[in-house]
């Protein structure tokens, strides 16, 4: 059993698997937009994508939050250039986790649409509508996305390694057991 100093704390390791499927889910749901031709399905599915994204950027600024306030336990022992790639990962994780999502409320106001959160609260616009704006934020929202689903993966890859090879530990830490 790991002490408390080398675990994150309950609310981290919710808040990291909140966002982790909640992630999966917004990468599937743009997949499988990306493929709806145009219809009231697509308009539907569109809206919960919205949602969702920002759902995940109120989460990943709580987050933020929440790191401000709480250190991360130490690294394990590892090879230096092992800490250097997670701490540069997670760090490009964290600026995808917000800028996903901006990208793609930016994009909707761009083409004409409002963010509506839930049908219910009509969030500002940042931008006006700008259909060459449009154009440019759409791929711009979609290599981002696309960014973030690969950094997820080698994320995820490095964490079974650490478990399954390195047998250090490393996965424990972020469970709620312990």
Do not use: I
């Given at each position: 059993m790991q002490t408390p100093s080398t675990r994150y704390t309950r609310p981290a390791v919710l808040l990291h698997w909140l966002m982790a499927l909640g992630l999966i889910a917004a990468l599937v749901a743009g997949t499988y937009i990306a493929g709806l031709p145009m219809g009231l399905q697509r308009l539907k599915m569109i809206n919960w994508?919205?949602?969702?994204?920002?759902?995940?950027?109120?989460?990943?600024?709580?987050?933020?939050?929440?790191?401000?306030?709480?250190?991360?336990?130490?690294?394990l022992p590892m090879p230096r250039w092992q800490a250097l790639s997670a701490h540069a990962v997670h760090g490009l994780l964290y600026a995808l986790m917000l800028l996903v999502p901006l990208l793609g409320w930016a994009y909707s106001n761009a083409a004409g649409f409002p963010v509506v959160w839930f049908g219910v609260l009509p969030l500002p616009d940042f931008v006006g509508k700008n259909p060459e704006l449009a154009e440019l934020l759409k791929p711009a929202h979609r290599l981002a996305a696309w960014s973030l689903a690969a950094l997820i993966l080698a994320h995820v890859a490095a964490a079974l390694k650490h478990h399954f090879l390195d047998r250090d530990g490393l996965l424990s830490r972020m469970t709620l057991k312990g």
């Open positions: 994508h919205k949602w969702l994204g920002v759902s995940l950027l109120a989460l990943a600024l709580l987050r933020l939050v929440w790191r401000a306030g709480h250190r991360p336990p130490a690294d």
